[in-house]
Each structure stands twice: as C-alpha cells, then as structure tokens.
C-alpha cells in the first residue's frame, strides 16, 4: 500500500497567516492527489483533486500544488472557519490511502 | 442535489453483523464507483470498500472476507454487510462517490455511527 505522510501534525496560527501543508507519497503517485477539509461531527469536504485542481465552490485562498511523491495545500490567508483537520489522499493505487490528517488551531 | 443519507449503524456485540445502507440522490449509483470509508474515533480516515460501476468489488485487507458490498440500482442505494464484528471495526461509516477509479471523493453522505463493544 501507497503510505501518504503529513507534516507538521498540528500547527498553530493566526487568522490572515499563510499556512502550508505537506504530504509526501511513499512512492510516485503522479499528480493522482486529493486534498480534504474536515470540520469537527461532519464528513470530509472535496477542497482539491488532481494535486492543483480547486473543487467548484472552495474560495481561492485554498491552492494545491505538487506532483510525483511531494505535494502542498497552501491557505493564502487564513479565514476563522478554516481552523479545523485537512487530510491528504491518494487515488492512483488502490487501495486508496490518507495522510493522517493536520489540525489547524489558532494561536 | 446530490445526497447521501447513510443508516443503519448502532451498538453491537463483537461478533455481531449489522448492515449500513447509504441511499442516494442527485446521481446514480449504476453509473459511478461507490465506496466506504470510515472514521474510529478521533482518528484519520480509513478506506473500507469499492463498488465498481459495473459490480466488481474490492476491500480494505482489514474486512476482507467479513464484509461485503452491494448495491440495488432500483432503489439507488448502496449497502454494507458487516459481519464478525469487532472494537476496532467501532467507527463513523461514510459512503462517497468517485466518479472514476482516479477521482477524488467528490461526495460524501453524513455518516452512521458504529460502535462494536460488550
């Protein structure tokens, strides 16, 4: 199975900050990568496919880039309501494998 | 409007079976790839099983051999029979739709709480 790392695990910061995301595959997964907003008690929300694509509806503050084994999420400036768990997910080979997830929490 | 209104989830004792389904609208799933997903609590999200368009099936090393996937394009609905239950099987149960065998979960029902403990 394809192994799909995140870092950092948590990270703390502040609203209108620029925040970065990694996720690294275990092995190529060309741009086959998915990205993924969980608020707390509800399911996960679509926020970028194919590494770089924005899903129809997620503000452009949201960017994805990345191909082969490494890959980023970037939030350009932090908005209240982008303080909650985003997960990594490969759909290249099945089975199909997330990151572990980042919390954003506020400073 | 698409939706995905999953049920069917509950306390059970290990060993036990229960079966989820996850009825849809908006889309249908005879022409998509359909899945399970699930949640254990507080934990990272975890691939259970695929429902190709065409029927074939595929699982998670986790549940195979104790669950199986369905679905009944009449009443759109996707199904999970889960079957020898076990703690770490305790989790939110998601269904979610790809469009492909490369898309993204592009959506996702609200989730069924299973809980498997004596």
């Known amino acids: 199975d394809i192994q799909m790392t995140q870092s950092p695990s948590s990270l703390s910061a502040s609203v209108g900050d620029r925040v970065t995301i990694t996720c690294r595959a275990s092995q190529s997964i060309s741009s086959y990568l998915n990205w993924y907003q969980q608020k707390p008690g509800k399911a996960p929300e679509l926020l970028i496919f194919?590494?770089?694509s924005l899903q129809r509806g997620v503000p452009s503050r949201f960017s994805g880039s990345g191909s082969g084994t490494d890959f980023t999420l970037s939030i350009s400036s932090l908005q209240p309501e982008d303080f909650v768990t985003y997960y990594c997910?490969?759909?290249?080979?099945?089975?199909?494998?997330f990151g572990q997830g980042t919390k954003v929490e506020i400073k | 409007e698409v939706q995905l209104v999953e049920s069917g989830g509950g306390l059970i004792r290990p060993g036990g079976s229960l079966r989820l389904s996850c009825v849809v609208s908006g889309f249908t799933v005879s022409n998509n790839y359909m899945h399970w997903v699930r949640q254990a609590p507080g934990k990272g999200l975890e691939w259970v099983s695929l429902i190709q368009s065409g029927g074939s099936t595929y699982y998670a090393d986790s549940v195979k051999g104790r669950f199986t996937v369905s679905k009944d394009n009449s009443k759109n609905t996707l199904y999970l029979q889960m079957n020898s239950l076990r703690p770490d099987d305790t989790a939110v149960y998601y269904c979610?739709?790809?469009?492909?065998?490369?898309?993204?979960?592009?959506?996702w029902g609200q989730g069924t709480l299973v809980t498997v403990s004596s």
């Open positions: 979610a739709r790809t469009d492909s065998g490369y898309g993204p979960f592009d959506y």
């Open positions: 194919a590494a770089s």
């Open positions: 997910q490969q759909s290249y080979i099945s089975p199909r494998t």
